[in-house]
């Protein structure tokens, strides 16, 4: 095989936005994308239309570079770029130049055949973090992974490549940080110095270009909100997704929905979605529905919406090959099926036997998909979730020779997912007119969440796996997605009753909510537990629809930072070491205050570390004092959550699903500390795109401990919210006789509530 390493610069120059450096073995393109956002691509053949299906910016104008024999040197306010000519290597550093990220000296950019790999310097105490839905540890120090999307039923917790691909990884070391976005779809390979004797980490594909983008922002949320600045952000998702979800494969007839649905009820176990898995089709067949088992889908609907259900049902891309089918006949008509170059439609088997493959890489291909959800649309259903699309086909070897758009399975089978999920996004998102889709898909790849939530595939029922999916949702938000979920209870197996309950109480803080089982497995509804359990289950759900409030607020996050709900506690605490123990490194922050640690079914006391600052037991309020671990009480009904001193969390009363109204009272919580704290309280009508106009209510909230103070902004935006009074609920404050002051006036002395009318000017607590 023929190895080449990039050699010495014959020449530079500089045209429009983009430096050019050229060399025997390649052409080097630099842009500056923003301050702290530099891009390189090495390529033997740079296309010209140079598309990405992450990046939604464009590079910047104009950039400053000097240039001696040796080396050129690009400047930005936040990073110092230093190539040095004579080999051509790429050497990042900090505007006052520390050193963030370098070539190897001796190897940098190099090819093997079509293979193209990076070597880089490993720095003694460098931590890695990232790359998404992987396996192993939260510090990726010391492990190797590769991205080929893959469906990965049965895995065990130390898989790869798992359904995703995020070739996405931040860099700690020296009290720094910086990142780096790999933008090559073709199998890529990460080694954060697994096997090089510490000396270097190296990343790399079987072909296409060394494409990468530099963050050079210093903090771990700073990186990520400008690797979401580059690929785009989620949109406020709808509300009711938010609530409980309840899957199985399958509910086998609408009978069977509406009978789960009208538990939920009677039981008063609050939920909002019900999904129906592959069985609601007519032999499989996307877009048709099993005239007996769902004769009426419109009243199946109707049904769920009266009592406060959303129904969500599952598409895969397998079409079946099967004359007087619809969208097999259009789809074989007008060409829409990836084929072999010779023309000749791909045929592999899925679930409804032989399939053809719908090529979303083609813009007239995902308008037809899209178009197709008239099917599901029409009858009321408006979440749609999309499977085996890695793409997935028995024997899960798709030959090579298959082409996708202009380009062959193995350059592009990395976003396969990601396009469809788009296809299905942009088509419902029509479709339903001013309402918002729910979209869902296993496969995807950097950008996926402008169009997608994702859960993290088939998962098995112990507890290795519940840790695992935890850190799984932690690195997914890393990478953007915040919209996130695993099949809680495990997909594979019969969790004990210990777990299944262990599992829900983590539910409660998991971005997406949903409970999932395989065909074959015993029923795990809420009820199916015994009443001592069920007891705990509906508890630990109600205290999820006491949290929406504050988890939409987390969403608004999400929508305009990229910071999702989700976080490991790497992204706050990231030069405390203790955060990367193996012991430590499940827990998170679910959105600004809330401190989780997961704990295994079969443990009753956890080994929790408090990180620096003040923290009060959720259920408690016992206060801690952090920078230390301690021993927490864990039974089942009590997950270890804490509470960050001087937090602020809007709940709302318990409600059976997010249609509800409730009793109108937002209860904003505050636990006090010694520091200034501010929440930004965000609120829309939760179901159509009408806050992109400007129909939302959002106020901040501030904590002045020095001053005493709790105090509400003015509202900004038009939308009137749904709660008519505020429940001040203050935790932990010593309050003198003189009791609460609203606005300057006295009210209920010596009192740790207060409840005050929700109108939209500015409100001034004092205590
Ligand atoms: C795949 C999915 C799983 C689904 C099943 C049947 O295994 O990952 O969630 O239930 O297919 O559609």
Same mark, same amino acid.
């Given at each position: 095989m023929q190895t080449e390493i990039l050699g010495n610069t014959n020449s530079v120059n500089k045209q429009g936005n983009v430096l050019i450096i050229k060399t025997n073995e390649a052409v080097a393109r630099i842009w500056v994308y923003g301050d702290s956002i530099i891009r390189i691509n090495v390529s033997?053949?740079? $296309?010209?239309?140079?598309?990405?299906?992450?990046v939604i910016r464009n590079p910047a104008d104009i950039f400053d570079y000097a240039e001696s024999d040796s080396e050129i040197v690009l400047t930005t306010s936040a990073l110092k770029l230093r190539v040095s000519k004579l080999p051509l290597r790429f050497n990042f550093y900090t505007?006052?130049?520390?050193?963030l990220s370098e070539d190897?000296?001796?190897?940098?950019i190099n090819w093997q055949g079509e293979r193209v790999i990076n070597y880089r310097k490993l720095y003694p105490d460098e931590k890695f973090i990232g790359l998404?839905?992987?396996?192993?540890?939260?510090?990726?120090?010391?492990s190797s992974y590769v991205n080929w999307n893959t $469906?990965?039923?049965?895995?065990?917790?130390?898989?790869?490549?798992?359904?995703?691909?995020?070739p996405f990884f931040i860099g700690i070391h020296s009290g720094l940080t910086y990142g780096l976005f790999?933008?090559?779809?073709?199998r890529s390979y990460f080694d954060f110095g697994a096997t090089t004797d510490e000396q270097m980490s190296w990343f790399g594909a079987?072909?296409? $270009?060394m494409n990468y983008y530099f963050f050079g922002a210093q903090g771990v949320a700073k990186i990520m909100e400008d690797y979401t600045w580059l690929t785009g952000r989620m949109e406020?998702?709808?509300?009711?997704?938010l609530g409980y979800q309840q899957c199985r494969?399958?509910?086998?007839s609408a009978a069977e929905v509406l009978d789960i649905a009208e538990n939920f009820r009677k039981e008063k176990i609050p939920a909002d979605v019900i999904y129906c898995d592959i069985d609601y089709m007519d032999g499989f067949k996307?877009?048709?529905?099993?005239?007996?088992?769902?004769?009426?889908p419109k009243e199946l609907t109707d049904k769920l919406k009266a009592m406060g259900f959303r129904l969500v049902t599952i598409v895969d891309p397998g079409i079946k090959i099967?004359?007087?089918y619809k969208q097999y006949d259009e789809g074989l008509a007008k060409g829409y099926f990836a084929a072999y170059p010779d023309e000749e439609e791909y045929v592999a088997n899925v679930w409804p036997g032989r399939c053809h493959f719908p090529d979303f890489f083609r813009d007239d291909v995902r308008e037809w998909w899209g178009a197709s959800f008239t099917a599901l649309t029409q009858p009321g259903v408006e979440g749609f979730w999309n499977d085996m699309?890695?793409?997935?086909?028995?024997?899960q070897n798709m030959p090579w020779l298959v082409k996708f758009g202009e380009r062959y399975m193995p350059e592009v089978r990395n976003a396969y997912g990601m396009q469809m999920a788009r296809a299905t996004y942009e088509g419902t998102r029509k479709l339903l007119g001013n309402k918002r889709p729910f979209v869902l898909t296993r496969a995807a790849y950097s950008g996926t969440q402008r169009y997608s939530a994702v859960w993290t595939g088939d998962?098995?029922?112990y507890d290795a796996h519940m840790l695992l999916g935890q850190r799984m949702v932690n690195s997914l938000g890393i990478t953007g997605m915040s919209l996130t979920g695993v099949d809680i209870g495990g997909f594979t197996g019969d969790p004990t009753p210990a777990l299944m309950v262990r599992w829900n109480s983590l539910g409660v803080y998991t971005p997406m909510f949903r409970n999932h089982a395989m065909q074959g497995t015993k029923m795990r509804e809420?009820?199916?537990?015994g009443k001592e359990n069920e007891a705990i289950i509906k508890k630990d759900i109600e205290l999820r629809y006491r949290l929406l409030p504050y988890i939409y607020s987390g969403f608004y996050q999400s929508h305009k930072t990229?910071?999702?709900l989700s976080r490991t506690l790497a992204i706050n605490y990231?030069?405390?070491e203790n955060v990367f123990d193996v012991k430590y490194q499940n827990q998170f922050l679910f959105g600004d205050a809330i401190m989780v640690a997961p704990v295994e079914?079969?443990?009753?006391?956890a080994d929790v570390y408090l990180p620096a600052g003040e923290w009060y037991r959720?259920?408690?309020?016992e206060k801690f004092t952090g920078g230390r671990s301690i021993i927490a009480d864990a039974p089942l009904t009590d997950l270890p959550v804490f509470i960050k001193a001087g937090a602020i969390i809007p709940m709302q009363n318990i409600i059976q699903s997010t249609n509800e109204k409730g009793d109108g009272i937002l209860e904003i919580n505050v636990w006090y500390g010694k520091q200034a704290t501010r929440f930004v309280y965000y609120e829309d009508d939760?179901?159509?795109?009408d806050y992109e106009r400007g129909d939302y209510y959002k106020r901040e909230i501030s904590f002045h401990p020095d001053k005493q103070v709790i105090s509400f902004s003015k509202v900004d935006g038009s939308f009137t919210s749904k709660y008519d009074k505020l429940k001040l609920v203050l935790h932990g404050f010593t309050i003198d006789a003189g009791g609460l002051k609203i606005n300057g006036t006295t009210k209920a002395?010596?009192?740790h509530t207060l409840i005050l009318a929700n109108d939209k000017l500015e409100i001034k607590i004092e205590y």
């Amino acid at each position: 095989m023929q190895t080449e390493i990039l050699g010495n610069t014959n020449s530079v120059n500089k045209q429009g936005n983009v430096l050019i450096i050229k060399t025997n073995e390649a052409v080097a393109r630099i842009w500056v994308y923003g301050d702290s956002i530099i891009r390189i691509n090495v390529s033997k053949s740079f $296309d010209e239309n140079d598309t990405s299906f992450a990046v939604i910016r464009n590079p910047a104008d104009i950039f400053d570079y000097a240039e001696s024999d040796s080396e050129i040197v690009l400047t930005t306010s936040a990073l110092k770029l230093r190539v040095s000519k004579l080999p051509l290597r790429f050497n990042f550093y900090t505007a006052d130049g520390k050193v963030l990220s370098e070539d190897d000296r001796r190897f940098g950019i190099n090819w093997q055949g079509e293979r193209v790999i990076n070597y880089r310097k490993l720095y003694p105490d460098e931590k890695f973090i990232g790359l998404g839905e992987k396996t192993g540890n939260l510090n990726r120090r010391g492990s190797s992974y590769v991205n080929w999307n893959t $469906d990965a039923a049965l895995h065990g917790v130390d898989a790869d490549p798992l359904y995703k691909t995020f070739p996405f990884f931040i860099g700690i070391h020296s009290g720094l940080t910086y990142g780096l976005f790999f933008d090559n779809t073709h199998r890529s390979y990460f080694d954060f110095g697994a096997t090089t004797d510490e000396q270097m980490s190296w990343f790399g594909a079987d072909g296409g $270009d060394m494409n990468y983008y530099f963050f050079g922002a210093q903090g771990v949320a700073k990186i990520m909100e400008d690797y979401t600045w580059l690929t785009g952000r989620m949109e406020m998702p709808p509300l009711w997704s938010l609530g409980y979800q309840q899957c199985r494969w399958s509910y086998m007839s609408a009978a069977e929905v509406l009978d789960i649905a009208e538990n939920f009820r009677k039981e008063k176990i609050p939920a909002d979605v019900i999904y129906c898995d592959i069985d609601y089709m007519d032999g499989f067949k996307i877009f048709t529905w099993n005239n007996e088992t769902f004769a009426d889908p419109k009243e199946l609907t109707d049904k769920l919406k009266a009592m406060g259900f959303r129904l969500v049902t599952i598409v895969d891309p397998g079409i079946k090959i099967e004359p007087g089918y619809k969208q097999y006949d259009e789809g074989l008509a007008k060409g829409y099926f990836a084929a072999y170059p010779d023309e000749e439609e791909y045929v592999a088997n899925v679930w409804p036997g032989r399939c053809h493959f719908p090529d979303f890489f083609r813009d007239d291909v995902r308008e037809w998909w899209g178009a197709s959800f008239t099917a599901l649309t029409q009858p009321g259903v408006e979440g749609f979730w999309n499977d085996m699309n890695e793409p997935a086909a028995w024997g899960q070897n798709m030959p090579w020779l298959v082409k996708f758009g202009e380009r062959y399975m193995p350059e592009v089978r990395n976003a396969y997912g990601m396009q469809m999920a788009r296809a299905t996004y942009e088509g419902t998102r029509k479709l339903l007119g001013n309402k918002r889709p729910f979209v869902l898909t296993r496969a995807a790849y950097s950008g996926t969440q402008r169009y997608s939530a994702v859960w993290t595939g088939d998962n098995s029922a112990y507890d290795a796996h519940m840790l695992l999916g935890q850190r799984m949702v932690n690195s997914l938000g890393i990478t953007g997605m915040s919209l996130t979920g695993v099949d809680i209870g495990g997909f594979t197996g019969d969790p004990t009753p210990a777990l299944m309950v262990r599992w829900n109480s983590l539910g409660v803080y998991t971005p997406m909510f949903r409970n999932h089982a395989m065909q074959g497995t015993k029923m795990r509804e809420p009820w199916c537990w015994g009443k001592e359990n069920e007891a705990i289950i509906k508890k630990d759900i109600e205290l999820r629809y006491r949290l929406l409030p504050y988890i939409y607020s987390g969403f608004y996050q999400s929508h305009k930072t990229g910071m999702p709900l989700s976080r490991t506690l790497a992204i706050n605490y990231t030069d405390d070491e203790n955060v990367f123990d193996v012991k430590y490194q499940n827990q998170f922050l679910f959105g600004d205050a809330i401190m989780v640690a997961p704990v295994e079914s079969t443990k009753f006391t956890a080994d929790v570390y408090l990180p620096a600052g003040e923290w009060y037991r959720l259920n408690t309020d016992e206060k801690f004092t952090g920078g230390r671990s301690i021993i927490a009480d864990a039974p089942l009904t009590d997950l270890p959550v804490f509470i960050k001193a001087g937090a602020i969390i809007p709940m709302q009363n318990i409600i059976q699903s997010t249609n509800e109204k409730g009793d109108g009272i937002l209860e904003i919580n505050v636990w006090y500390g010694k520091q200034a704290t501010r929440f930004v309280y965000y609120e829309d009508d939760g179901l159509t795109y009408d806050y992109e106009r400007g129909d939302y209510y959002k106020r901040e909230i501030s904590f002045h401990p020095d001053k005493q103070v709790i105090s509400f902004s003015k509202v900004d935006g038009s939308f009137t919210s749904k709660y008519d009074k505020l429940k001040l609920v203050l935790h932990g404050f010593t309050i003198d006789a003189g009791g609460l002051k609203i606005n300057g006036t006295t009210k209920a002395p010596g009192s740790h509530t207060l409840i005050l009318a929700n109108d939209k000017l500015e409100i001034k607590i004092e205590y």
